[in-house]
């Protein structure tokens, strides 16, 4: 909706007020998901009548977006963008809005989509999220359902009159026209044989199309590539195309997404199309921006000195091969946070700022995973999306303002395909929708994670972060992060002296042969550094303070002694262990 007129107000009550009575309501288990039955008194306003009139709604008129673009409002009942009718309802008291559809949904509903048996009106309560038939979004909110099709339609998609025939000339030359039996049918644009979403088929050439595919968009850009992608109908034979998302085999016959530079990059239609890596615009006849107008992150001055963004009111010279150098226990980097052990780096000419020669080069755009692109950030301390850890070195934050969403600059350096010097095969960067993998080292399950390409092997990103190379200050030689098994019989961390486990990665001497729990030497904060501040979500202030007092504090949430290097100090001057234990405290 580009302009918006506000109408007089209606009879009906914000939704808001109606969510306090949903307990009352009756559920219902489909499958693994729980749903609440609404009925009659979901849409009745009588019970609500001495509600103030600041909840009563408010008809919003504007004009439509094209099909299959995001409306400009979010509706508070089937938690969507979805374009509906001319106009919304909204509540001047929660400032929320709401479609017309969802507002006056009855509870038992006939849809021309289904006229044979009438559909039951549910609420999603908790579960895994089910697709509507015709647009194949998945359900937060409101959904109608038939017990005896095992269907599910949004209220915006059910209550469509229009619906019979779609003629979309740049999706197909012909006239579609609705397939209202379920079939094994395989979708020409999305390859996808789901009988879940509804078809719409050519009565004139093989075309078969489901109906949330056929306002898909013909350029798009997507986190995963630095380029803009366009939909093909089929890819070029004589190749093997890998999808650039989930890296499975792709079908040469059927639609997809590909780079419209010269990559040889190609994505499954379903893939590219994922909330979670494309920002949901069509792109087509709009300008490209491209991320080369961005200014580099350094300056060059000559002489090996230069000047970063992070650090512009001083310059820094470049010094090489630093091993020795520096005291690893007291400087390290300020972007990684980790120590300075080996290889280059810039120091400032005037203050004990120092950056590893890689990170003083990072870039100040990122397009990974997530579906706007990502801009380079010196922050007080953040929390990483991928790894679960708080830093307080440079990160990446989106660029579009969403709320909270923070990459430390080891995550963010993940690519498509990774040498991890760790393990002999490469590892490619994985993304699942709807499901998860289990880490073979934490074991945790992860939507995102490092498969290796040759075996059943995967890494989260918080393992697969962890630093390859660290220094132990009674080891005279560098430590290996390890996968392998380096004897025969059991190994010993020499910090802890319980075992170590191989599957779960450890830390190794080449020449001493020993080994070290990754945790007893890096600690649970790798990213966070004494001297700094965090704060909890109360507010508090919390103080970094080093752990070198002659007995080790007892923390106030485990009641066990501190071990590591840092610890955490509240406002009361309670010790804690680690900063997801502080972070929650009062």
């Known amino acids: ?53 600041s909840h009563h709604l408010q008809s919003v008129l504007g004009c439509n977006n094209k099909e299959g673009e995001r409306s400009d409002h979010y509706c508070w009942a089937c938690r969507s963008y979805k374009i509906g009718t001319t106009y919304f309802y909204y509540c001047n008291e929660c400032n929320n809005y709401y479609h017309k559809e969802c507002v006056e949904s009855p509870p ?41 099709s095992d269907l599910f339609m949004d209220p915006l998609c059910a209550k469509k009159q229009e619906f019979s025939t779609i003629h979309n000339p740049e999706r197909h030359e012909h006239t579609l026209h609705y397939f209202p039996r379920k079939a094994p049918l395989t979708c020409d644009v999305c390859a996808s044989d789901d009988t879940k979403n509804c078809f719409y088929s050519c009565l004139q050439c093989d075309f078969i199309v489901h109906g ?22 089929s890819l070029p034979l004589g190749n093997s195309w890998f999808c650039g998302v989930c890296r499975r085999k792709m079908d040469e016959n059927y639609g997809s997404y590909c780079c419209t530079k010269s990559c040889a990059y190609a994505v499954h239609t379903n893939c590219a199309t994922l909330l979670d890596l494309w920002a949901g615009k069509e792109l087509k006849d709009k300008p490209e921006l491209e991320d080369d107008n961005i200014k580099p992150s350094i300056e060059e001055m000559g002489d090996r000195i230069i000047r970063h963004f992070r650090h512009a009111h001083h310059r820094m010279r470049l010094i090489e091969d630093i091993e020795g150098v520096f005291d690893a226990k007291q400087q390290y980097c300020q972007a990684c946070m980790l120590p300075l052990y080996d290889g280059n780096v810039y120091t400032c000419m005037e203050c004990d700022f120092v950056l590893h ?57 993940l690519s498509q395909l990774v040498d991890h010097p760790s393990h002999p095969h490469p590892f490619f960067l994985f993304y699942q929708r709807k499901s998860y993998q289990k880490c073979s080292a934490c074991e945790s399950e992860e939507k995102i994670s490092l498969n290796c390409i040759e075996r059943d092997f995967v890494l989260c990103c918080r393992c697969a972060s962890l630093p390859y190379k660290v220094k132990y200050e009674y080891d005279e030689h560098m430590l290996t992060l390890s996968y392998e098994k380096i004897a ?94 502080v972070i929650y405290s009062y």
């Open 357 to 413: 020669e890689t990170c003083a080069n990072l870039p100040r755009i990122k397009h990974i995973e997530h579906r706007h692109r990502l801009i380079l950030i010196g922050a007080s301390y953040f929390y990483c999306r991928f790894c679960y850890r708080y830093s307080c070195g440079f990160g990446y934050t989106c660029g579009e303002g969403c709320l909270n969403y923070y990459l430390d600059v080891r995550c963010a350096s």
């Open 488 to 581: 025969s019989g059991p190994c010993w961390c020499q910090i802890c002296e319980e075992t170590t486990d191989p599957k779960k990665g450890y830390y190794t001497c080449n020449e001493c042969r020993v080994t070290f729990h990754t945790e007893c030497v890096l600690g649970n904060d790798i990213y966070l550094k004494e001297g700094r501040e965090l704060y909890t979500y109360y507010g508090r202030k919390v103080e970094i303070i080093p752990n070198n007092r002659l007995s080790r504090p007892i923390c106030h949430k485990c009641q066990k002694r501190c071990q590591y290097n840092i610890v955490f100090k509240n406002y009361l001057g309670n010790i804690f262990c680690s900063s997801v234990e």
């Open 108 to 148: 038992i509903f006939i849809s021309s989509y289904h006229p044979k048996f009438p559909l039951q009106l549910l609420k999603y309560d908790r579960g895994i999220r089910r697709e509507c038939l015709s647009c194949g979004l998945e359900i937060y909110g409101l959904v109608y359902h038939s017990s005896i």
């Open 212 to 233: 949330r595919c056929i306002y898909l968009p013909h350029v798009i850009r997507i986190s995963c590539h630095n380029h803009r992608l366009s939909f093909t109908s």
């Open 1 to 53: 909706m580009s302009s918006i007129d506000y109408l007089h107000p209606s009879s009906f009550i914000c939704l808001v007020v109606k969510e306090e009575a949903l307990y009352r309501f009756p559920k219902k288990t489909i499958g693994e998901t729980t749903y609440l039955i609404i009925d009659n008194s979901h849409i009745s306003d009588v019970q609500y009548e001495n509600t103030s009139n």
